[in-house]
């Protein structure tokens, strides 16, 4: 033999201990995952198999079922105001010639800062009494309104916070794109007699476009697993508004009555939803829009 | 060729085996840094039992480091009198056992009762000291599960088992899992200062609560402080609620099943509350508010009164949390209410918070829980207590230790106790953990207006039926 590393034989045996280890930290705790969400176990006492009915009991409680509708504002939020606000800002700092730099790390800093910190921070800014926000509208003389208090305004807070940390990413991303672009595409566009803003709709965009599907894909992920936000600012309160999957599969699996079993459930579903809403977008909207370029 | 091959091979099982031995002396160098400076390990719980007796042989061994591992929650401006002496009693019990070191673990009490306490449970490595509570979702379900320590045996030896008020929620068939290290009452904080403002009197009824609560409206502020971020802390007020509506025995009844949530007087017990909430009794925004954020309110004088457990009257005692209020502050149990059955003078009162063991404990590390109990369960510590942070004691004092008590507040929450017939629990510690979950979840409905006491109640009784219904 004369190429020892063509003998499948040594791959085997340099790869069993990357695989062991896969196995043990992956694989394992997934299908044992898989085991648990059948079961009712509590963490301490023997547990019983149950068959589907976390599944059900997770789809009959009306709290879930908001979180689900809660997950899909996220994403319908990130999709609809996130993204046309990040193009538009991307816009924006790539056609100033100074200090770019300064607005690029500026928009950046909220998406490396601790989430816990941003909870605290925006905590503070929604503060009913002596908080910034209401200050601003007191001086307009609205009254007091109890952000993180009141359930119709809980959501939106949160979303906004959410938004104000991960928008200066997508927007760094973004920029690179159209950073990107061809200079004389733009040249041959000002012969031509565009003015900004058709240059902007008529070739930016347009070129960026592969770019803007994989930041709507990131978003869906992204909004079917939030839950750091939710757990800092409200818990997921108050009274389950701002509930979100997985903040519900955190209060059910541990805290008061732990149900570890009915927690995994939870996970699986989280996954078979954000596998099936990412699949869904790939094999329509993501397909039409990413053409060759990735 | 062959060779090449061979020497492949070789080199795997070096690699392999040199990874493997850095797993190894990994662990044994974290174990020497958890044990301390000297470096010798000591031998790990779990791998114990018959190494421990080896070590604890010679007396030259007897020095070895050792660590024992202890959470608390005293962690806060709040709670600094508490943790003084538990530093004291640490500090005692190291200087008593050669080599040990106890490792301090502080940590939020929600937050290790409800998250970290019970994940370490289920994985069966909790620490060997921990701040643990009485009743059935806590102390009664790990004992269960054969996680707690029967101390039985060692407060009989200390000669101390006997000595207390009340173990009944860390008593599992005869056998004791654990210490409360005090008692609590839940009643109401007033502001004497603004009562007097207002020429308000301390109310006997509960008309006249209510008159003094809406004295106070009527001047822009709030009666009753609150934050109900965290369920359990409106629930104070409820479980004392029905405790006057149904009567005392109704906190022990629900899982017995003598007592029904739906029942009309339970129901009217959570009506009470919903119509002060309607009333705009409580702070607004009251549920995006933590506990810390209800004292606060009190002591900055934006409400009147604070329905709270007897743990807070340290605080009142001390201007740098209580600033002007310091002092100034009294102490009334929930008035009789019309129509309420059973005895209407007993109040809350709580054996539940203190001292749960490891049930893996190695020979050393148990002699360092004895030491521990010897020097934090006696009337030193209990009076301690008493008088520097106000906690009411779990232990039976003299009469002469009871005098030394200075604190107006405390004791007038001292007479308070002697004054009532008689201390119902609060439900959380009596009824299943499924049931108290859906209280707390009910209790923030009805706070935001999504739901009626009735619906409340009906809610509830249907989880307790189911829960009475599979033990």
């Keep these: 033999m004369k190429h020892p590393m063509r003998n499948p034989w040594i791959y085997t045996l340099f790869t069993v201990p990357t695989l062991l280890l896969y196995g043990m930290f992956f694989l394992w705790p997934m299908l044992s995952s898989a085991y648990y969400a059948f079961t009712d176990w509590n963490g301490l006492e023997n547990y019983r198999y149950v068959g589907w009915s976390n599944f059900a009991a997770a789809f009959g409680d009306p709290d879930f079922r908001r979180a689900i509708v809660n997950n899909l504002i996220f994403i319908g939020f990130s999709i609809f105001v996130q993204i046309p606000l990040i193009v538009l800002f991307a816009l924006l700092i790539a056609s100033v010639r100074r200090l770019r730099g300064f607005y690029k790390t500026t928009v950046f800093v909220p998406s490396i800062v601790s989430t816990s910190v941003i909870g605290i921070l925006w905590g503070f800014i929604y503060e009913p009494e002596v908080g910034p926000l209401n200050r601003l509208l007191a001086l307009f003389g609205a009254g007091p309104v109890y952000w993180l208090a009141e359930p119709k305004w809980a959501l939106p807070a949160v979303l906004i916070a959410n938004a104000w940390q991960w928008m200066g990413f997508y927007i760094v991303l973004v920029l690179a794109a159209i950073l990107a672009i061809p200079r004389e595409l733009h040249e041959a566009a000002v012969v031509d007699g565009a003015n900004g803003w058709q240059r902007a709709l008529n070739i930016t965009v347009p070129l960026i476009m592969p770019l803007i599907s994989v930041v709507v894909m990131l978003s869906i992920a992204g909004g079917m697993r939030v839950v750091d936000i939710v757990l800092v600012m409200t818990k997921g309160g108050p009274v389950g508004a701002t509930e979100v999957m997985a903040s519900y599969m955190v209060n059910e699996a541990m805290g008061i009555n732990p149900n570890y079993g009915f927690g995994t459930a939870i996970a699986l579903i989280i996954f078979a939803f954000a596998l099936l809403l990412t699949s869904l977008y790939q094999l329509t909207f993501g397909r039409r829009t990413e053409g060759g370029y990735f | ?471």
């Design chain 2, 1 to 471: 060729m062959r060779k090449r091959l061979g020497i492949a091979v070789l080199i795997l099982l070096v690699a392999l085996s040199a990874s493997l031995a850095a797993c190894g002396s990994g662990n044994k160098e974290t174990a020497n840094a958890v044990t301390g400076d000297a470096g010798g390990a000591s031998p790990s719980a779990s791998a114990s039992s018959g190494t421990g007796s080896e070590a604890g042989g010679t007396d030259e061994t007897k020095a070895e480091p050792f660590t024992v591992s202890l959470r608390h929650i005293q962690i806060g401006e709040a709670q600094k009198f508490r943790k003084a002496i538990l530093d004291d009693v640490v500090r005692k019990t190291e200087e008593e056992i050669p080599g040990l070191k106890f490792e301090l673990d502080g940590v939020e009490d929600q937050v290790n009762r409800f998250t970290k306490l019970p994940a370490e449970m289920a994985a069966g490595n909790p620490p060997k000291i921990f701040d643990l509570f009485g009743g059935a979702g806590d102390a009664l379900k790990y004992a269960k599960a054969g996680r707690l320590l029967d101390v039985t045996p060692i407060i009989e030896e200390l000669g101390i088992a006997d000595k207390f008020l009340n173990l009944s929620q860390f008593t599992l068939d005869g056998r004791v899992y654990g210490l409360p290290i005090g008692g609590s009452t839940e009643g109401f904080f007033y502001n004497i200062p603004m009562f007097e403002k207002y020429g308000i009197k301390v109310p006997t009824t509960l008309e006249e609560l209510e008159a003094a609560a809406e004295t106070l409206k009527q001047n822009g502020i709030t009666p009753f402080a609150m934050g109900s971020k965290g369920a359990w802390v409106p629930l104070m007020m409820v479980n004392t609620l029905i405790g006057r509506y149904a009567g005392p025995e109704a906190i022990d009844g629900f899982p017995a099943g003598t007592h029904a949530w739906n029942s009309p007087e339970v129901t009217a017990a959570f009506a009470k509350y919903e119509e002060w909430v309607k009333k705009g009794y409580f702070t607004k925004g009251e549920l995006g508010l933590e506990y810390a954020d209800m004292l606060n309110q009190f002591v900055t004088g934006k409400a009147g009164m604070m329905f709270d457990g007897s743990w807070r009257a340290s605080v009142f005692k001390d201007p740098s949390q209580a600033g002007e209020l310091t002092g100034q502050v009294g102490f009334f149990p929930m008035p009789p209410v019309p129509g309420g059955k059973g005895d209407q003078t007993f109040v809350n009162g709580n054996y539940s918070n203190g001292y749960g063991f490891s049930a893996d404990l190695n020979e050393r590390e148990l002699t360092a829980v004895k030491a521990f109990i010897k020097n934090m369960y006696n009337e030193e510590m209990q009076l301690r207590g008493l008088l520097e942070d106000g906690v009411l004691p779990s232990m039976k004092l003299s009469g002469d230790a009871l005098g030394k008590v200075e604190d107006p507040l405390v004791k007038q929450i001292m007479e308070t106790m002697r004054q009532a017939g008689g201390a119902f629990s609060h439900f959380d510690s009596t009824v299943h953990s499924e049931v108290y979950k859906e209280s707390e979840a009910q209790i923030q409905k009805l706070i935001a207006g999504r739901a009626t006491a009735a619906e409340v109640t009906e809610a509830l009784q249907k989880i307790q039926e189911t829960a009475n219904a599979n033990p």
